[in-house]
């Protein structure tokens, strides 16, 4: 069997043959055989039998109750962790339930991140200045 040739279209390497039993099976076909409800999982549909599928609306708000914080909200009410060093490491805390440990430069004037965890580090250098801005994103006590 002979190598397929290739020619470069756009900088990717193209097949310029193209098998036509690549393909026995069309996409017609293979959403017929998808089972739509529980009982079809333990019988095999024939090809041709679909049953409509009724959706739903979403999980609608519970009324009255407080909706729970998204995790950027929770991630903002941490108070910046004030440190003498230019580098920190973070390794999220909890052994085994942190993360993999990454150091955070904190030579600049502003709130460095975790990339994981988001926790927020500034040097005591840069403290007057950072208190001294109208808003930050986060707590600097």
């Not at 099976?25 to 409800?37: K, N, Y």
């Not at 095999?44 to 950027?72: C, F, H, N, W, Y």
């Amino acid at each position: 069997m002979a190598a397929p040739q290739l020619r470069v279209l756009g900088g990717l390497a193209r097949s310029v043959r193209v098998s036509q039993r690549a393909f026995s099976v069309s996409a017609r076909q293979l959403e017929s055989t998808v089972p739509t409800t529980r009982d079809e999982f333990k019988t095999p549909t024939k090809t041709g039998d679909s049953v409509p599928v009724e959706i739903g609306p979403g999980p609608q708000p519970r009324g009255g109750l407080p909706q729970p914080l998204s995790a950027m909200e929770m991630i903002h009410k941490k108070p910046v962790q004030w440190t003498h060093d230019r580098i920190v490491a973070c390794d999220g805390g909890g052994g085994a339930h942190g993360h993999p440990k990454i150091f955070i430069n904190t030579d600049k004037a502003e709130i460095a991140t975790c990339n994981y965890c988001g926790t927020p580090f500034a040097n005591e250098h840069h403290r007057k200045h950072l208190e001294a801005l109208p808003e930050t994103s986060y707590p600097l006590s």
